[in-house]
C-alpha cells in the first residue's frame, strides 16, 4: 500500500532549511548578534480579506492576485507567493491550504496568491500559462514599493 501524499510535510521539509539559513541556524555556525538582527520577525496580523490585483493590464480574466498584507510590524515585510494546484487545469486562487497561512503568520510573510489561464484555454497555448505566473512575480517586484513588500 501507497502511503497518502503529506502535502504539509513536504512543504515544511523545503521552506525549513531556508528559514534555518537566513535565521542563522544550521550550517555548524554559532548564532551571532548580527545573524540574529537579521532573522526576520514573525508576528503582526495577516489581513482576513485580500486586495485584488491584475497583474496585466487589459489581460484576460483571470490574470488576478490576491495580496494578504501583514500589519501590526513596522518595516516591509517578505512575500510568500501561492501558485495554486491543479495541473494547469483548474483551481482558483482562493484555494489557500491553512498551512500557508500559519506558516506566513509565523515567519512574519505577507500572502500573495494568483490565478493563471488554463491549459484548456485556446488562447494560452503552452508555455503562456507559465508566461502568466511569471508575469505575476514581475507585477509583485515592480510594484512592491507602492504595495508595502518586499
Not at 495577516?46 to 492576485?65: A, K, M, S
Amino acid at each position: 500500500m501507497v502511503a497518502p501524499f503529506n502535502f504539509r510535510a513536504i512543504l515544511l521539509a523545503l521552506l525549513a532549511p531556508s528559514l534555518l539559513v537566513s535565521c542563522g541556524g544550521g550550517g555548524g555556525s554559532e548564532t551571532t548578534e548580527s545573524t540574529r538582527l537579521s532573522c526576520i520577525e514573525g508576528g503582526g496580523q495577516l489581513d482576513t480579506t485580500p486586495q485584488e490585483f491584475r497583474y496585466v493590464p487589459n489581460g484576460e480574466e483571470r490574470h488576478v492576485l490576491d495580496l494578504y498584507l501583514v500589519r501590526g510590524l513596522s518595516e516591509q515585510r517578505p512575500t510568500l507567493v501561492w501558485i495554486h494546484g491543479g495541473g494547469w487545469f483548474f483551481g482558483d486562487k482562493s484555494d489557500i491550504p491553512d498551512i500557508v497561512f500559519q506558516i506566513a503568520v509565523s515567519a512574519g510573510f505577507n500572502v500573495a496568491s494568483l490565478n493563471y489561464r488554463y491549459a484548456s484555454d485556446e488562447n494560452a497555448p503552452w508555455p503562456s500559462i507559465v508566461h502568466d505566473v511569471k508575469a505575476a512575480i514581475r507585477w509583485l517586484k515592480l510594484n512592491s514599493e507602492t504595495l508595502g513588500i518586499s
